[in-house]
Structure formats: structure tokens, C-alpha cells
């Protein structure tokens, strides 16, 4: 059974950066697409960011340029690395995993799932 763990949320000030960091743990065919989702509050979650098994990465569009998605060498460890901070960042962020070999964006195809770290961003 895979598990996530994200940690690395807190408070900034806008235009500030956080990285985000999320443990994984289980078999590694199962968590081959790694990705970052938020959700704020009265909304529903949305996808951010995510990294297939061969590297390849895509962003929606309202983080490109500003938010990087990376993991270690030993796919244990996923990390958003997130630059110039809006306030409209402000949301609950969860890690997922899923056994996709590709890449994709829709939250169905992550079999897996961290409880969140919130970000705060203030103006």
C-alpha cells in the first residue's frame, strides 16, 4: 500500500516561495505518476502539477513559470517548488500517486492520495 505525506505548508507573503515536499512509501508500480493538487476553501480541487515515470512534467496553466514539480533520485520523495506567490495560491495541497505510466491530469487516474498541508499567502 502506497502512503504520502506532505509537509512543507505554512504562511508567506506574496511574492515569496515554499517548497513543498511529500514522503512516499509502497511498492514503486504503484506510484509511477506522481502529482499536486490544491483545493481551496468553497472550491473544488484542481490539479497543479505533475511528473511522469519517464521525467516528463506538465503544469496547469495558472502555475506555469512559477511552480516546479521535482522528485529524488529514488522516487522517494515528490517536491513543488513554488515561486512568486499569489494569494489566489492559498489552498489545502495534496501529493497523489497513481500506477499510470504516463502523465495525466485528471484526479480518477491517481490511485493515491496524502491528507494536505495548507498554504497560506498573504497580500
Known amino acids: 500500500q502506497v502512503q504520502l505525506e506532505e509537509s512543507g505548508g505554512g504562511l508567506v507573503q506574496a511574492g515569496g516561495s515554499l517548497r513543498l515536499s511529500c514522503a512516499a512509501s509502497g511498492p514503486i508500480a504503484e506510484r509511477r505518476l506522481l502529482g499536486w493538487f490544491r483545493q481551496a476553501p468553497g472550491k473544488e480541487r484542481e490539479f497543479q502539477a505533475a511528473?511522469?515515470?519517464?521525467?516528463?512534467?506538465t503544469y496547469a496553466d495558472s502555475v506555469k513559470g512559477r511552480f516546479t514539480i521535482s522528485r529524488d533520485n529514488g522516487m522517494n520523495t515528490v517536491y513543488l517548488q513554488m515561486n512568486s506567490l499569489k494569494p489566489e495560491d492559498t489552498a489545502v495541497y495534496y501529493c497523489?500517486?497513481?500506477?499510470?505510466?504516463?502523465?495525466?491530469?485528471?484526479?480518477?487516474?491517481?490511485?493515491?492520495w496524502g491528507r494536505g498541508t495548507q498554504v497560506t499567502v498573504s497580500s
Open positions: 511528473m511522469a515515470w519517464s521525467g516528463v512534467t
Open positions: 497523489a500517486a497513481g500506477r499510470s505510466l504516463g502523465i495525466t491530469t485528471s484526479q480518477g487516474n491517481y490511485d493515491y
